[in-house]
Nanobody, 122 residues
């Protein structure tokens, strides 16, 4: 069982930046692939970004490409999401996710964090 805990959410003005962190614990393994999803009010949860265990494969949703950067530090069992040039449309609860299979981590990951709220004011 893997536990995922997000941090770093908050309120920021449009054009600003935030960095989210997600620490994994429990039956962790450096071979876990990790991802970020988000869910805005009244909308379905959507994929944001994913990173393979080695960091060699990275994938972004078109809506965040060029503005968000995903990274990880395996020695700390932690992944990050650097979010720049934020807009009100980025307002959502952001969830950390993990899975042993890279394709699954971008669609139906097995493990989820509790979420952290990101609010971007105009």
């Amino acid at each position: 069982q893997v536990q995922l805990v997000e941090s770093g959410g908050g309120l920021v003005q449009a054009g600003g930046s935030l960095r989210l962190s997600c620490e994994a614990s429990g039956r962790t393994s450096s071979s876990l692939h990790m991802a970020w999803f988000r869910q805005a009010p009244g909308k379905d949860r959507e994929f944001v970004a994913a990173i393979s265990w080695s960091g060699g494969n990275i994938y972004y949703a078109d809506s965040v490409k060029g503005r968000f950067t995903i990274s990880r530090e395996n020695i700390k069992n932690t992944q990050y999401l650097q979010m720049d040039t934020l807009t009100p449309e980025d307002t959502a609860v952001y969830y950390c996710a993990a899975d042993s299979y890279f394709l699954k981590v971008t669609t139906e990951p097995r493990s989820w964090g509790q979420g952290t709220q990101v609010t971007v004011s105009s």
